[in-house]
């Protein structure tokens, strides 16, 4: 069974950043690349960004560009969010996916149906 383990979140104020952590834990498979996505209370889940491994682009959604930075490891199996700046709208359940099936990714990086296994969810809180 695959599973990916999210760290790092917490609570943090206004203006603050914080970094989260997505590795598997157990077998892993490779993947064709990795997202982030988020969910508030009441709200649904939705993208906040993506890195595809085969050449390393990254994809933001645009209520998060220029404050948070994703990135991953060497071996292709870890990735990071480096959230800067942070808002009291950024406070939500962070979750990580990977995705094995290169069109279906590039096409569709943004919907969570394009992603096969998801970690349990790591909570971010911004103060104001």
């Known amino acids: 069974q695959v599973q990916l383990v999210e760290s790092g979140g917490g609570l943090v104020q206004a203006g603050g950043s914080l970094r989260l952590s997505c590795a598997p834990s157990?077998?892993?498979?490779?993947?064709?690349?990795m997202g982030w996505f988020r969910q508030a209370p009441g709200k649904v889940r939705e993208f906040v960004g993506a890195i595809r491994w085969s050449d390393g682009r990254i994809y933001y959604a645009d209520s998060v560009k220029g404050r948070f930075t994703i990135s991953g490891d060497s071996a292709k199996t870890t990735v990071y969010l480096q959230m800067n700046s942070l808002k009291p709208e950024d406070t939500a359940v962070y979750y990580c996916?990977?995705?094995?099936?290169?069109?279906?990714?590039?096409?569709?990086?943004?919907?969570?149906?394009?992603?096969?296994?998801w970690g349990q969810g790591t909570q971010v809180t911004v103060s104001s």
């Open positions: 996916a990977s995705s094995l099936i290169y069109a279906l990714f590039s096409l569709n990086y943004a919907l969570d149906s394009s992603y096969v296994y």
């Open positions: 157990g077998r892993t498979v490779s993947s064709v690349g």
